[in-house]
Structure formats: structure tokens, C-alpha cells
T-cell receptor, first 115, second 119 residues
């Protein structure tokens, strides 16, 4: 069965530190890849997405992610985090051309940024 | 606010009771999804509609669960004879089919969720 693994459950950083959150998925076909973010007390919202083309995609608030097909990975990065980036981050995968509804989420990584 | 709206935001019920959640999607979106999220887990897909048609159901959706979208607008998720294991956040999301590569952009717009606590 298709699955998404996020290796870090909780990451604690100081402001201005660099961030990388890992995401690996298990599916050999073409995929659409997403990172969603949930700020405290708010709903899930899209951070960035990859469908095709340049494997380095840029999202909102200075986030970017790189799709490495050979590693089945879609890691999220930010060069310098801010206190306002404190949130939970979810990686998600959908089979291209597959089930329309079934977006598979990872368990999430909680990011705490110390001021 | 023109986002996805869910109510009630929090429901506490006793085991064995029935509960119903409502979701109002973004008005121009024809797809509507229900997910469930428990503590320490990511959202898990339950079911999805395109207009009024329920096109897919997860095996997580037991016989006690039923979802409807009668006029292709709002949706309801009913849980009958609730069990303590049903305690979770129930998330609704919507998406459109316009824009992006086929079969749709895949971007889901989520509501704030309805938290169910079964005592």
C-alpha cells in the first residue's frame, strides 16, 4: 500500500536556523506531491506542490522543496526560520491519474521555533 | 469568509449516540472530501464526492458512517452508534477541477474541522 514517511516527529530550532524536513513515499509511478502546514489553531493550508517539471519548487513564506525521484523523497527546506513558522507540517502524495480522492498524508512534523 | 466551513466545531457525545457533521465547501468547488485525523497522525481519507455523486469510500468508512451531498453543495457526515474509537477530528476539504493538469490540481482547501469526543 502507498505510504508517506516523515522521519522527524518534532523539530526544535532557534530563529534564523536552517530547516529541512524529510519526506519519503512508497509508490513507483508518477506522483503529485504536496506540503501542507497547520499553524496553531488554524486549518490545514497548502505550502507548496509538485506536479511535473523543475524538481525544485518554491512555495509561500520562503519555503521550497526538492523532488528526488530516485530517492522517492520530497524534502522541505527553508534557509532561515522565523518564530512564526512554528506549526505542524504534513507531506502528502497522490498517484497521478489514480484515485481522485485519496491524498495520502504523512504523520506530520511539529516544528517549534524558539525566538 | 469564503473558505470551507464546518460545524459543529466540537461535539461531545455518549457512546451509542448518533452524531452528524456538516460541511459547506467553497462555492465554486465541485469536489468535496472527508478526512479523519487522530492525535499524532496525519489526515486519513474517508470519502469523496464529485458534485452529488459519492465516487470513493475508504475501508475506514464502516457501515456506521454515512456521507451525503444531496444537491452537490453542502455535505453531511453521520456516525451512528458512536464508539470511543470514533473520537477524532473530522476534516472536510473541497477542490475544483478547473486549472492545473488533469485530473485536477489536487490542491485541497480544508476547513477547521469538527472534533468529536465520545465518552
Amino acid at each position: 500500500a502507498q505510504s508517506v514517511s516523515q522521519h522527524n516527529h518534532h523539530v526544535i530550532l532557534s530563529e534564523a536556523a536552517s530547516l529541512e524536513l524529510g519526506c519519503n513515499y512508497s509508490y513507483g509511478g508518477t506522483v503529485n506531491l504536496f506540503w501542507y502546514v497547520q499553524y496553531p489553531g488554524q486549518h490545514l493550508q497548502l505550502l507548496l506542490k509538485y506536479f511535473s517539471g523543475d524538481p525544485l519548487v518554491k512555495g509561500i513564506k520562503g519555503f521550497e522543496a526538492e523532488f528526488i525521484k530516485s530517492k522517492f523523497s520530497f524534502n522541505l527546506r527553508k534557509p532561515s526560520v522565523q518564530w512564526s513558522d512554528t506549526a505542524e507540517y504534513f507531506c502528502a502524495v497522490k498517484n497521478y491519474g489514480g484515485s481522485q480522492g485519496n491524498l495520502i498524508f504523512g504523520k506530520g512534523t511539529k516544528l517549534s521555533v524558539k525566538p | 469568509d469564503t473558505g470551507v466551513s464546518q460545524n459543529p466545531r466540537h461535539k461531545i457525545t455518549k457512546r451509542g449516540q448518533n452524531v452528524t457533521f456538516r460541511c459547506d465547501p467553497i462555492s465554486e468547488h465541485n469536489r468535496l472530501y472527508w478526512y479523519r485525523q487522530t492525535l499524532g497522525q496525519g489526515p486519513e481519507f474517508l470519502t469523496y464526492f464529485q458534485n452529488e455523486a459519492q465516487l470513493e469510500k475508504s475501508r475506514l468508512l464502516s457501515d456506521r458512517f454515512s456521507a451525503e451531498r444531496p444537491k452537490g453543495s453542502f455535505s453531511t457526515l453521520e456516525i451512528q452508534r458512536t464508539e470511543q474509537g470514533d473520537s477524532a477530528m473530522y476534516l472536510c476539504a473541497s477542490s475544483g477541477t478547473s486549472g492545473g493538469p488533469p485530473p485536477g490540481t489536487g490542491e485541497l482547501f480544508f476547513g477547521e474541522g469538527s472534533r468529536l469526543t465520545v465518552l
